[in-house]
């Protein structure tokens, strides 16, 4: 019952609500990247994925939003990125590869879906060009954005 009522209390106190993102970065044997351009963020490629519902780990999450937005099932290998950037939510990267499904853009929310080069990403979507050098830079580490960086 207490449970039950703390649930409900936090439905109206959005102070510890923070919203979770989860995407999956899988790329080709050409080295083209997996991305999809939603029908409501403008023209920008994005990796595929979503909100990480109640009582879902980040990692599901991301399997079952790619699966909704491209068609495709992937399996997450490990952690790439956490973005935590801003004090409402927080965002995960996950480097992954597809295993089976067919291409198809999830109707009505994504207006495209697929496999595209890093000089295309580079030229038409900043943002995401900017994640992925960051995941490049790292390597094999898990980056994480949110503290601000320091200079000498």
Known sequence: MIRGAVEFAAL?????QRGEGAHVLAVDEDGRVLVVRTTYLGPYWM????RVERNE????????EV??????????????????????GV???????VVGGELK?????IAEVGWVSRSE????????????????EAGERVVYLGIPRQTP
Do not use: K, M, W
Request: proline share 4%; charged share 20%.
């Open 91 to 97: 965002s995960y990267v996950f480097r992954g590869h």
């Open 67 to 88: 699966r909704e937005e491209t068609g495709l099932l992937v399996t997450v290998d490990d952690l790439a990125l956490l973005d935590a950037r801003t004090a409402s």
């Open 57 to 64: 780990a980040p990692h599901v999450a991301a399997v079952r």
């Open 12 to 16: 109206f106190n959005g102070r510890y």
């Open 121 to 136: 990403i580079n030229a038409t979507s900043t943002s995401l060009a900017a994640l992925l050098r960051f995941i490049d």
């Open 47 to 50: 990796l595929p994925g979503g």
């Open 105 to 109: 853009p999830q109707f009505g929310e």
